[in-house]
Structure formats: structure tokens, C-alpha cells
């Protein structure tokens, strides 16, 4: 469907449904590339919606998370786990982490803007030469600030 910010990662036309044992989550966007397992991020309101638990987590870290089926255009399938809600973290390169003066796995806050400014603790700094700079936020934590894709935040 379109390039996302973060080099060579995809939104795919593709949609699935996430089906928990109490609910059902229609057309999740499935993002691309491909990868090792399978990962479902969702927000906290997501989880009550799904009737699962879960904990934050570092994406990636699916170990022993929250299992659920992928319902897609090709059929089903049960995941054991990979449910998450992800961990807030910020993707930057190394001259990004030198100018800040931040190393890579470092907690920050963020702060975002008015009307509805908020401070985030426990923020995961990711350096990697291949990120764009970009701060990843769940769907909830963004509407409570009144944040859109584009938004500028301050590490605080």
C-alpha cells in the first residue's frame, strides 16, 4: 500500500483479523518485510478488546506473550504467542544518538506539545545506522496527546 518511514518496512494491502477468546480486532494492517515469527502489536484498550494479558514489551520480544489467531484472505491461523504491547522506543542512527547525546538500549523521557502536552517515562532508545528517525508511541498513548504521524516530540 506504501513505504513507511523506517527504510526498506512496507504497509501491505493485506489486512487480518486478530481474534482473541473474548473479541475480535478487524483489519489489522499487516507491515512488511517479512519477518522470522509472527508479531501482533497492540495498545492496552486493544488487549480488553481481545480478553488477553499481556505486558510491555520490547518489540520482538514475543517469548511466552499472549497467543491469538490471524484470520486472513488465505484462511487461518494460531499464533501461541506474539501478542505485545510494545514497549514506547525512538529509532535513530549513530550521528543521531552522537548529536543527542544518547546510546543505544538508553531510557529517555519525551515530552510532546501543547494543547494536550504529556511526558513519557520509560522510552527504549534503538540506534541502528539503517533507522529514520522516528518515535513509536501505541495507538492509545498517541490520541491521549492528540499526536498524528508527523508530530514533533521533545526528549526530555
Known amino acids: 500500500m506504501r513505504e513507511l518511514l523506517q527504510p526498506g518496512e512496507f504497509a501491505s494491502t493485506v489486512t487480518v483479523d486478530l481474534q482473541g477468546p473474548k473479541g475480535l480486532i478487524k483489519k489489522v494492517r499487516v ?14 484498550t486493544d488487549t480488553f478488546t481481545l480478553g488477553i494479558k499481556t505486558e510491555v514489551r520490547d518489540s520482538g520480544d514475543i ?16 499464533i501461541s504467542e506474539g501478542i505485545i504491547v510494545a514497549r514506547r522506543h525512538i529509532h535513530m542512527t549513530t550521528a543521531h544518538a552522537r548529536k543527542f547525546k544518547l546510546k543505544d ?10 494543547p494536550r502536552s504529556v511526558v513519557f517515562e520509560d522510552v527504549l532508545v534503538r540506534v541502528n545506522d539503517n533507522y529514520a ?6 495507538t492509545d498513548e498517541a490520541n491521549a496527546c492528540s499526536l498524528k504521524n508527523g508530530s514533533y516530540v521533545y526528549l526530555s
Open 105 to 114: 538500549k538508553q531510557i529517555v523521557r519525551v515530552r510532546t506539545l501543547p
Open 63 to 78: 517469548a511466552g506473550s499472549a497467543g491469538g489467531r490471524l484470520i486472513g484472505p488465505a484462511g487461518s491461523v494460531d
Open 31 to 44: 507491515l512488511g518485510p517479512c519477518r522470522s515469527q509472527s508479531q501482533a502489536e497492540v495498545s492496552l
Open 133 to 138: 528517525l522516528e518515535c513509536h508511541l501505541d
